[in-house]
Protein backbone atom coordinates (compact mmCIF):
# COMPACT_ATOMS: atom_id res chain seq x y z
CA UNK A 1 0.00 0.00 0.00
CA UNK A 2 0.99 3.72 -0.92
CA UNK A 3 0.77 5.97 1.49
CA UNK A 4 1.30 9.91 0.77
CA UNK A 5 4.35 10.19 3.21
CA UNK A 6 6.29 8.35 5.93
CA UNK A 7 8.31 10.09 8.78
CA UNK A 8 11.44 8.57 9.90
CA UNK A 9 12.61 8.86 13.65
CA UNK A 10 15.63 7.80 14.40
CA UNK A 11 16.02 7.42 18.55
CA UNK A 12 18.65 6.16 20.64
CA UNK A 13 17.69 6.54 24.39
CA UNK A 14 14.92 8.73 23.65
CA UNK A 15 12.21 7.31 26.31
CA UNK A 16 12.07 10.76 27.83
CA UNK A 17 11.47 12.99 25.14
CA UNK A 18 9.48 10.36 22.57
CA UNK A 19 6.04 10.76 24.48
CA UNK A 20 6.12 14.64 23.73
CA UNK A 21 7.26 14.13 19.65
CA UNK A 22 5.13 11.52 19.15
CA UNK A 23 2.22 13.30 21.07
CA UNK A 24 3.12 16.35 18.88
CA UNK A 25 3.28 14.48 15.49
CA UNK A 26 0.12 12.52 16.60
CA UNK A 27 -1.95 15.76 16.65
CA UNK A 28 -0.54 17.02 13.29
CA UNK A 29 -0.91 14.23 11.59
CA UNK A 30 -4.60 14.44 13.13
CA UNK A 31 -5.71 17.86 12.14
CA UNK A 32 -4.15 17.50 8.85
CA UNK A 33 -5.45 14.08 7.85
CA UNK A 34 -2.36 12.83 6.55
CA UNK A 35 -2.32 9.75 4.84
CA UNK A 36 1.04 8.91 6.40
CA UNK A 37 2.84 6.30 8.33
CA UNK A 38 5.35 7.45 11.18
CA UNK A 39 8.39 4.94 11.60
CA UNK A 40 10.87 4.97 15.05
CA UNK A 41 13.65 3.22 14.17
CA UNK A 42 15.42 1.82 17.62
CA UNK A 43 19.06 2.65 17.40
CA UNK A 44 20.45 0.02 19.94
CA UNK A 45 18.95 1.68 22.58
CA UNK A 46 19.24 0.60 26.32
CA UNK A 47 16.31 2.23 27.83
CA UNK A 48 12.49 1.83 27.18
CA UNK A 49 12.15 3.40 23.79
CA UNK A 50 11.17 0.66 22.71
CA UNK A 51 8.52 0.34 25.28
CA UNK A 52 7.57 3.90 24.64
CA UNK A 53 6.71 3.31 20.71
CA UNK A 54 4.68 0.13 21.75
CA UNK A 55 2.54 1.78 24.11
CA UNK A 56 1.79 4.90 21.77
CA UNK A 57 0.88 2.61 19.51
CA UNK A 58 -2.44 1.70 20.81
CA UNK A 59 -3.55 5.25 20.59
CA UNK A 60 -1.34 6.04 16.93
CA UNK A 61 -2.28 3.72 14.23
CA UNK A 62 0.00 4.92 11.77
CA UNK A 63 2.86 4.26 14.12
CA UNK A 64 5.40 1.86 12.91
CA UNK A 65 8.55 0.92 15.20
CA UNK A 66 11.98 -1.07 13.51
CA UNK A 67 14.78 -1.77 15.35
CA UNK A 68 18.97 -1.83 14.82
CA UNK A 69 21.32 -2.50 16.55
CA UNK A 70 23.44 0.17 17.79
CA UNK A 71 25.58 1.28 14.57
CA UNK A 72 24.78 4.98 14.26
CA UNK A 73 22.14 7.71 13.30
CA UNK A 74 23.34 6.51 9.88
CA UNK A 75 21.93 3.15 9.75
CA UNK A 76 18.78 3.89 11.26
CA UNK A 77 17.35 6.51 8.89
CA UNK A 78 18.73 4.09 6.29
CA UNK A 79 16.48 0.98 7.65
CA UNK A 80 13.74 3.10 7.92
CA UNK A 81 14.09 4.86 4.42
CA UNK A 82 14.66 1.36 2.72
CA UNK A 83 11.30 0.42 4.63
CA UNK A 84 9.22 3.61 3.58
CA UNK A 85 5.89 2.86 2.19
CA UNK A 86 5.23 6.42 1.34
CA UNK A 87 5.59 8.94 -2.01
CA UNK A 88 7.42 11.22 0.03
CA UNK A 89 10.51 10.09 2.99
CA UNK A 90 11.48 12.65 5.48
CA UNK A 91 13.50 11.62 8.26
CA UNK A 92 13.51 14.32 11.08
CA UNK A 93 15.43 14.30 14.90
CA UNK A 94 13.30 12.63 17.37
CA UNK A 95 14.30 15.39 19.60
CA UNK A 96 11.81 17.63 17.94
CA UNK A 97 14.10 20.53 16.88
CA UNK A 98 11.87 21.28 14.16
CA UNK A 99 8.53 21.78 13.77
CA UNK A 100 5.64 19.85 12.88
CA UNK A 101 4.23 22.82 10.42
CA UNK A 102 7.85 21.31 8.27
CA UNK A 103 6.05 18.57 6.99
CA UNK A 104 3.37 19.92 4.86
CA UNK A 105 5.72 22.85 3.50
CA UNK A 106 8.75 19.92 2.15
CA UNK A 107 6.39 17.62 1.52
CA UNK A 108 4.64 19.72 -1.10
CA UNK A 109 7.91 21.57 -2.37
CA UNK A 110 8.94 17.93 -3.45
CA UNK A 111 8.13 16.83 -6.88
CA UNK A 112 9.76 16.57 -10.25
CA UNK A 113 11.27 19.37 -9.92
CA UNK A 114 12.76 18.61 -6.71
CA UNK A 115 12.98 15.40 -5.67
CA UNK A 116 15.05 16.07 -2.34
CA UNK A 117 14.20 19.17 -0.01
CA UNK A 118 16.79 19.48 2.33
CA UNK A 119 16.30 21.94 5.73
CA UNK A 120 18.83 24.56 6.49
CA UNK A 121 19.55 26.68 9.89
CA UNK A 122 21.37 29.20 8.08
CA UNK A 123 20.81 31.62 5.12
CA UNK A 124 17.70 34.03 5.27
CA UNK A 125 14.84 33.03 6.93
CA UNK A 126 16.23 30.60 8.84
CA UNK A 127 16.88 30.59 12.81
CA UNK A 128 18.32 28.82 15.55
CA UNK A 129 17.15 29.12 18.53
CA UNK A 130 19.35 27.95 21.73
CA UNK A 131 22.07 26.82 20.30
CA UNK A 132 25.74 27.42 22.24
CA UNK A 133 27.94 29.57 20.30
CA UNK A 134 30.32 27.19 20.24
CA UNK A 135 28.08 24.71 18.59
CA UNK A 136 27.22 27.40 15.75
CA UNK A 137 30.99 27.52 15.30
CA UNK A 138 32.25 23.86 15.06
CA UNK A 139 29.41 23.52 12.36
CA UNK A 140 29.99 26.11 10.25
CA UNK A 141 33.85 25.03 10.27
CA UNK A 142 32.80 21.16 9.29
CA UNK A 143 30.55 22.51 6.57
CA UNK A 144 33.35 24.15 5.57
CA UNK A 145 35.24 21.38 4.95
CA UNK A 146 31.96 19.33 3.57
CA UNK A 147 31.88 22.04 0.67
CA UNK A 148 35.57 21.52 -0.26
CA UNK A 149 35.93 18.14 -0.32
CA UNK A 150 32.22 16.46 -0.68
CA UNK A 151 29.35 18.48 -1.54
CA UNK A 152 29.44 21.98 -2.63
CA UNK A 153 26.70 24.58 -2.34
CA UNK A 154 25.49 23.21 0.77
CA UNK A 155 25.61 25.23 3.80
CA UNK A 156 24.17 22.93 6.20
CA UNK A 157 24.69 19.40 5.45
CA UNK A 158 23.66 18.34 9.22
CA UNK A 159 20.19 19.78 9.09
CA UNK A 160 18.33 16.81 10.69
CA UNK A 161 15.54 16.84 8.76
CA UNK A 162 15.17 15.87 4.97
CA UNK A 163 12.45 14.77 2.27
CA UNK A 164 13.26 12.94 -0.42
CA UNK A 165 10.82 11.84 -3.31
CA UNK A 166 10.44 7.84 -2.92
CA UNK A 167 12.32 7.02 -5.93
CA UNK A 168 15.21 8.92 -4.85
CA UNK A 169 15.64 7.76 -1.68
CA UNK A 170 15.48 4.10 -2.79
CA UNK A 171 18.09 4.86 -5.28
CA UNK A 172 20.44 6.51 -2.24
CA UNK A 173 19.89 4.65 1.06
CA UNK A 174 19.97 1.57 -1.31
CA UNK A 175 24.11 2.90 -1.79
CA UNK A 176 24.48 4.36 1.14
CA UNK A 177 27.25 2.82 3.81
CA UNK A 178 28.05 5.39 6.20
CA UNK A 179 26.31 4.48 9.82
CA UNK A 180 27.72 7.58 11.73
CA UNK A 181 26.64 10.90 12.01
CA UNK A 182 28.67 11.41 8.69
CA UNK A 183 26.20 9.53 6.77
CA UNK A 184 24.27 13.16 5.78
CA UNK A 185 27.26 14.15 3.73
CA UNK A 186 27.50 10.88 2.15
CA UNK A 187 23.34 11.24 1.24
CA UNK A 188 23.70 14.54 -0.19
CA UNK A 189 27.38 13.11 -2.06
CA UNK A 190 25.57 10.31 -3.85
CA UNK A 191 22.73 12.25 -4.45
CA UNK A 192 24.80 14.99 -6.78
CA UNK A 193 26.30 11.99 -8.31
CA UNK A 194 23.04 10.32 -9.43
CA UNK A 195 22.06 13.32 -10.95
CA UNK A 196 19.14 14.62 -8.15
CA UNK A 197 18.44 17.93 -7.96
CA UNK A 198 18.84 19.34 -4.12
CA UNK A 199 16.50 22.15 -2.95
CA UNK A 200 17.56 24.40 0.66
CA UNK A 201 14.61 25.29 2.20
CA UNK A 202 15.22 27.84 5.53
CA UNK A 203 13.85 26.59 8.75
CA UNK A 204 13.31 27.24 12.51
CA UNK A 205 15.38 24.94 14.59
CA UNK A 206 15.15 24.73 18.58
CA UNK A 207 18.27 23.55 20.14
CA UNK A 208 17.29 20.78 22.56
CA UNK A 209 19.50 19.95 26.03
CA UNK A 210 20.83 16.50 26.45
CA UNK A 211 21.64 16.46 22.68
CA UNK A 212 22.83 12.61 22.09
CA UNK A 213 25.87 14.70 20.15
CA UNK A 214 29.31 14.77 21.69
CA UNK A 215 30.35 18.02 19.66
CA UNK A 216 33.93 17.22 19.69
CA UNK A 217 34.33 14.11 19.40
CA UNK A 218 31.43 13.52 16.42
CA UNK A 219 32.67 16.51 14.35
CA UNK A 220 36.33 14.25 14.34
CA UNK A 221 33.85 11.22 13.46
CA UNK A 222 32.29 12.92 11.10
CA UNK A 223 35.32 14.24 9.34
CA UNK A 224 36.48 11.01 9.27
CA UNK A 225 33.21 10.13 7.81
CA UNK A 226 33.53 12.50 5.01
CA UNK A 227 37.08 11.14 4.09
CA UNK A 228 35.58 7.56 3.80
CA UNK A 229 32.75 9.13 1.54
CA UNK A 230 36.01 10.43 -0.99
CA UNK A 231 37.74 7.04 -0.79
CA UNK A 232 34.38 4.74 -1.12
CA UNK A 233 34.09 7.29 -4.25
CA UNK A 234 37.37 6.06 -5.72
CA UNK A 235 37.04 2.93 -4.89
CA UNK A 236 34.20 2.13 -7.01
CA UNK A 237 31.76 1.31 -3.87
CA UNK A 238 28.96 3.73 -5.60
CA UNK A 239 29.10 2.17 -8.58
Known amino acids: MTLALSLILPAYNEQARLPYT ?3 IQAYVCHERLDCEVIVVDNGSTDATSA ?6 NVFPQLRLLRTDHRGKGRAVRTGMLSA ?4 AIFGDADLSWSVEDIARFMAAVGAASPIVIGSREGTGA ?14 VFNRVVQSLAVRGVEDSQCGFKAFRRDA ?7 QR ?3 FGFDVEVLFLARRL ?3 IRVMPLRWEHKENSRVAPLRDTLGMLSDVLKVRLNAARGVYD
Open 85 to 88: RGEV
Open 52 to 57: VVHQTM
Open 127 to 140: RRVGEPAYRHIMGR
Open 178 to 180: IDG
Open 22 to 24: LSE
Open 169 to 175: AAAIFSK
Open 195 to 197: GYR
